[in-house]
């Protein structure tokens, strides 16, 4: 596979789970990727070796570090801003500062990046960030920063859209539900709740949510933008 031999992406998070399965897809079509870490030094650097891309820590509550990333970065071809924690338990208990942190990484971050990475993206260029079915919906107690959080990539997408598409430039969320990690593993104790909610009984797998973003990044999706794309087994259905 080669379709996106050449192409330069940049993607916040990429050092487990989802985000490294989006690192080794785009790798394995050529592409040369940079990705960011936080905490998982050992993991990102072995990936960047198994895959020929580049690894660098870049903690994505820290805005001025994540905007100086995306600018290092040159013109990026595609971005895509995976990088997201999720807090939960009751929201009166919550540390109101590990609730701003929660939001600097999943709606701060994402703004930023988009942003900068816009100011030298080409015509053609993509940005796609990571949401969550919990953006639409909710069904469980105690994770409502989250929920905010993943619901505001929405206006994101909806507003850049409009931003950037007279340059041909695209903005979409991908949503998945359960998917197999180390957030939220397959045989976790929140398995047969998942499964209550989904008419595909199972989680879905980080290479799934990959060949959806790899889809929004190619030349078939040139008119696809401002919209939520949806992968969860029918979670939020
Ligand atoms: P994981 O916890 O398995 O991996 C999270 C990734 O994000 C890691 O590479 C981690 O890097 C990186 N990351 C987290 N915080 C920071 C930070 N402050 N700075 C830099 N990198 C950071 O999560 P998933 O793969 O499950 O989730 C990825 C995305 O998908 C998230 O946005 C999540 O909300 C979303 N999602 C996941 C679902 C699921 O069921 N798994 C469902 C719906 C959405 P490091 O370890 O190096 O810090």
Do not use: C
């Not at 900068?116 to 260029?125: F, T």
């Not at 695209?170 to 989904?198: C, E, R, Y």
């Not at 799934?208 to 939020?236: Q, S």
Request: no cysteine.
């Amino acid at each position: 596979m080669s379709s996106f031999q050449g192409k330069s992406v940049l993607v916040l998070g990429g050092s487990r789970g989802i985000g490294a399965a989006i690192v080794r897809r785009f790798a394995a079509e050529g592409a040369v990727v940079t990705f960011t870490y936080g905490q998982s030094g050992q993991a990102a650097h072995e990936l960047a070796a198994a895959t020929g891309s580049k690894a660098v820590m870049t903690d994505s509550a820290d805005r001025d570090a994540v905007i100086a990333q995306v600018r290092a970065s040159g013109p990026l071809n595609i971005l895509v801003v995976n990088a997201g924690i999720g807090i939960f338990g009751d929201a009166l208990d919550q540390d109101p500062d590990a609730i701003d942190r929660l939001f600097r990484i999943n709606v701060h971050a994402p703004y930023h990046a988009a942003v900068e990475a816009a100011r030298q993206m080409p015509e053609g260029g993509r940005i796609i960030v990571i949401g969550s079915v919990n953006g639409d919906r909710m069904p469980v107690a105690g994770m409502a920063s989250y929920a905010l959080s993943k619901s505001a990539l929405q206006g994101l997408a909806r507003g850049l859209a409009r931003d950037f598409g007279p340059r041909g430039i695209t903005i979409n969320v991908v949503q998945p539900g359960p998917i197999d990690t180390d957030a939220n593993p397959a045989d976790g104790p929140m398995k047969d709740l998942m499964h209550s909610f989904m008419a595909i009984k199972r989680f879905g797998r980080p290479e799934e949510v990959a060949g959806m973003v790899a889809w929004l990044a190619g030349p078939e999706a040139g008119f696809v933008t401002g919209a939520m794309h949806t992968i969860d087994g029918a979670f939020g259905a």
